[in-house]
């Protein structure tokens, strides 16, 4: 029951960081384009972001799980950014560069030959 409670509050706490943020970042596109946002607007826009992360995650889970992995790697969220041509060609430019430079270590393990 402590684990739920604790579960619980740490979402409640992301929820509100996440809030903040989406706030923050609203409040300053408003002040660049002159326009106003109401409190309801941020409030369902942090709804809807929080929904999608929720989903993300989840299907980043089920990729490494399926893989028989139990960390997510960067494999598994270029497979999830595979719908979207922009962002997957922009995320897979990244990881290359990245291994490119030697930065992108996936981790422990064996290497690939």
Do not use: Y
Request: with cysteine.
């Amino acid at each position: 029951m402590a684990n739920i409670e604790i579960d619980e509050n740490l979402r409640e706490r992301l929820k509100s960081t996440l809030w903040f943020s989406i706030g923050k970042i609203v409040d300053e596109e408003c002040l660049t384009l002159n326009v106003n946002a109401t409190p309801q607007f941020i409030g369902a826009l942090t709804e809807m972001v929080w929904v999608q992360l929720e989903n993300a995650s989840r299907d980043l889970e089920s990729f490494a799980k399926h893989a028989g992995r139990s960390t997510i790697n960067t494999d598994d969220v270029l497979l999830l950014a595979r719908r979207n041509d922009g962002l997957g060609d922009l995320l897979k430019a990244f990881v290359d560069k990245e291994a490119a430079s030697g930065g992108a270590a996936k981790g422990k393990g064996k290497a690939k030959k």
